[in-house]
């Protein structure tokens, strides 16, 4: 089993940044694959980022340059840098793990309650 909370979200003007955090909470030694997805209002959830316990970073296309993924896995910590963000980018951010990063919501069955980020322009 793993357990994941989010913190970090919140309101930040068109061109801000911000810095998810999650906290991971599994048997020390299973390791997972972990990453971030978001859903905004309306659309369907997109991967934004894994990170395998080796630190090989999966990005999707869209974020790749503006968005940093990390890890610390002697403290179970997962971050999201967010840079340069834009009304576009307003959605709700989840941490998942699962036993391979392959970009899918299927192959990512543990997921955090989400951290809200609302960019205004």
């Known amino acids: 089993q793993v357990q994941l909370v989010e913190s970090g979200g919140g309101s930040v003007q068109s061109g801000g940044s911000l810095k998810l955090s999650c906290k991971v909470s599994?048997?020390?030694?299973?390791?997972?694959?972990l990453g971030w997805f978001r859903q905004a209002p309306g659309k369907e959830r997109e991967m934004v980022a894994q990170?395998?316990?080796?630190?090989?970073?999966l990005y999707a296309d869209a974020f790749r340059g503006r968005f940093t993924v990390s890890q610390d896995n002697s403290k179970n910590m997962l971050w999201l840098q967010l840079v340069n963000l834009n009304a576009g980018d307003s959605a709700a951010y989840s941490c998942?793990?699962?036993?391979?990063?392959?970009?899918?919501?299927?192959?990512?069955?543990?997921w955090g309650q989400g951290t809200q980020v609302a960019v205004s322009s």
């Open positions: 990170i395998e316990t080796d630190g090989s970073v």
């Open positions: 998942t793990a699962g036993l391979y990063c392959l970009g899918t919501t299927a192959a990512s069955p543990y």
């Open positions: 599994k048997n020390p030694s299973a390791h997972y694959c």
